[in-house]
Nanobody
């Protein structure tokens, strides 16, 4: 099972970017999907989460600017990021947590996608 991120890049402040995470080796419907980020010199932190039932949660710093979504038919999860700020510069990671009978089990990490917000 391997999540593979794409869509990172350089964007100006106020711009938008959409990250994609394609899951290979298993069906996306079996996983709760996350986006995390790690800024230079900082710990990795959660950004957003989407359950199998499309329930979404976001960290406070998202401030309504990001949207996580999933397309089980395409085995892909997305993170739409709007009104980007320089402080959103980070490596963004996708994580797939296997759904078990008692909650969430083992998680699989992607390799990360670099997002740089700068003028």
């Amino acid at each position: 099972v391997q999540p593979v991120e794409s869509g990172g890049g350089l964007v100006q402040p106020g711009g938008s970017l959409t990250l994609s995470c394609a899951l290979s080796g298993s069906a996306l419907s079996l996983y709760v999907m996350y986006w995390y980020r790690q800024a230079p010199g900082k710990k990795r932190e959660q950004v957003a989460r989407v359950t199998r039932g499309d329930i979404t949660t976001y960290e406070e710093f998202v401030e309504g600017r990001f949207t996580i979504s999933r397309d089980n038919a395409k085995n892909t999860v997305y993170l739409q990021m709007n009104s980007l700020k320089p402080e959103n510069t980070a490596i963004y990671f996708c994580k797939a947590n296997r759904i078990t009978g008692v909650g969430e089990g083992f998680g699989y990490w992607g390799q990360g996608a670099q997002v740089a917000v700068s003028s």
